[in-house]
């Protein structure tokens, strides 16, 4: 607020020369408009001598600031009316507007008692001689505040002015001037105003342009880049200046993947998170999202307009979603299909063991046996290699040899790794068992003998050489390719799951690029060697061959391996009674049939309510059942049998096919667990041990 009382000033006699002060006042160029608002009411007080000037300005929501203001004297007049902004803007019309008592009076009754009226009449008793003039100030016919002139009781100055012939209607006039005077100042203001405003949003536009994440691009009519946003250099790998003024569809790994996105352009006005490859600089693929606006005249695109954002990361996270998901269904096909497959191996492997075993036949005759039995333990290796890889059973360790489970491994692949025209080196060095997984072991060394044959496929010269020997009182296994190599920016990522530079994964058209990858091999591998306690080392360079190093630690083994015939005799068991139950007819024959020829007394059943019938007749000394079985689960049989009241408790030993049998919680129920297909021979020592617990083994 700005208080001005200034006597020096001509006399309001002279009313030419106070036009003149009050017109100069008008022109006056004074930027900080309440500076000039003050200094023209000054002016206007000093030339009508009211006793208060103030100017109400009108703000956006309609009420009323004093703005600027005058007084006669300094200091505030106990008798002087405080206008509240809510009562002047009742007086702030379009037209001068003298109020009095008179009137204050008239709106309190058209109001039905306002308050703030009230209040005001109630002082206005006091002093009814007091007058109050509005004068509004116009922008053409916008109302943007109002001149208040206060006039006293008893101020004879203002009513000498009036009677020279000075008109207090000529406010009126000034504050039309007025009006336009602050118009043109707010204009020039607002000008000086919008272009700040603008250089701002072009600076904060141009920082969001530059900072962009996404890339930001615009199309002519013929695909040609117009604009582009500095993220494109990261995104393609090219300067800014190479980008503009090149054709968009050069950025599109084939003729397939540049007609399925003009297709997409002509058929639509707008894309909404459409997916495509595209190729940056090195070669390199990726996928994309594409959001765009596109223009059209007469059906003709004459600008596309749009963001890409590179979605590599995300489409990769799908697609390991989708393979986990796969491989989960795939271990739970697994489970059932190894358990079926496990009973039908069982009867194949038991009775090619009962022909080898049988007496009498022919040489070449125990030749076909003997060929039947090598298949079904192969058999039973490779479906325990599924179970693995699918991640569904747990690794089992026992006594074995690592030069033993790489020769093995080698018969398996050698004759698809000969095919390809790869020369198979090996240097096998005998070393000292160890307590491993053997199965799970010869998964690794497969994993491994497979990608080195993929790594060979374009090569002329194609070799792979595989040694076994001891290091640092360590046994290790140690494959070697003159392959692709791994390139260096892959090597932290080859044990990673899912990681694969396989198939469509492959960067550029190596050899990995014809065949087919899961990411899963190496990962596997690595999580099976460090349950091992082990170590997996690659060293590679990229298009000069790989080198895989697994190392086993030598762990103290309890028992040699028995080196005896292949069939030993066992103890007479013809005073032991057996209880078979299982669901497989072949099975329940096979096991008849065999212990029956060693002089067991054999009872079967095939489920377990028949066998529990059987229980409650007959005293039994030992039961084989399975746990998967239809009408009652080999679990809940167990349990039954725990219920039923003996002198002496028959016991069970479990032979089953299903891979998380240790899930079952009947280890305290039972004597044993034999997984299927089991050797004949080991089953038999199994029943002789438990014969022992029972007496009956004579």
Known sequence: MSYINDNSFPDSSNRAEIHYSI???????????????????????????????????????????????????????????????????KFADNQFLKVDFELINKMLNETNGYEPLKEIRDRWKKNQGRVLYFSPVLYGFRNIGTIMIQVEEGNTEFVNCQSSGLELSCVENYTKILGMRLLNKRRKTDQLDFEDSIFDKQENYQNIFANLHDTYFRLDGEFILALISPSAETLFGHQLNILLKRSFLSFFPSDKVKNKFVEEINRKNQLNEFEIKMEKNDGKKMYVSINANITKEKGKIVKVEGIIRDIT????????????????????????????FNNINLAILGY????????????????????????????????????????????????????????????MISHEINSQGIDLMTIFKEVPDTIMDSNQIGQVILNMLINAQHALIDNKEKIIKIETGVEDDQCFFRITDNGIGIPADNMKQVFSPFFTTKGEHSESKTAFSKVKGTGLGLSVSHTIISNHKGTIDVDSKDEEGTVFTVKLPLLPVEEKR??????????????????????????????ENYLVSF??????????????????????????????????????????????????????IVMTGKIDADNENIHDKVYKIVSKPFKLQHMLKIIEEAAMKTGKNT
């Open 352 to 411: 090619a063991e009962l022909g080898i075993y049988k007496k009498g036949d022919d040489k070449e005759t125990a030749t076909y046996f003997e060929t039947i039995r090598r298949s079904a333990l192969r058999a039973k290796n490779i479906t325990s290699n599924l179970l693995t890889f699918s991640k569904t059973k747990k690794g089992r360790p026992g006594v074995g040899n690592i030069t033993g489970v790489v020769k093995d491994t080698v018969k």
């Open 23 to 89: 017109w100069k006042a008008l022109h006056q160029e004074i930027e900080d408009e309440q500076i000039y608002l003050s200094n023209f009411l000054r002016v206007l007080g000093k030339s009508f001598k009211p006793d208060r000037i103030i100017f109400w300005q009108l703000q956006d929501d309609f009420s009323m600031d004093n703005f600027a203001e005058w007084r006669k004297e300094e200091g505030k007049s106990k008798s002087w009316i405080t206008m509240p902004s809510k009562i002047v803007r």
């Open 562 to 591: 028995m080196k005896s015939s292949q069939f030993q005799v066992v103890s007479d068991l013809s005073n032991l009674s057996v209880l078979v139950v299982d669901d497989e007819m072949d099975l329940l024959s096979l096991m």
């Open 313 to 340: 990361r995300r489409k990769m996270l799908e697609e390991q979603l989708i393979r986990a998901e796969r491989m989960a269904a795939v271990g739970t096909l697994a489970g059932g299909v190894a358990h079926e």
């Open 599 to 652: 002089g067991c007394k054999v009872t079967v059943a095939t489920n377990g309510y028949k066998a529990l019938e059987k229980l409650k007749k007959e005293r039994f000394d030992l039961i084989l059942v399975d746990l998967q079985m239809p009408i009652m689960s080999g679990s809940r049989f167990i349990k039954k049998v725990s219920e039923i009241e003996k002198e002496v408790e028959p016991v069970i």
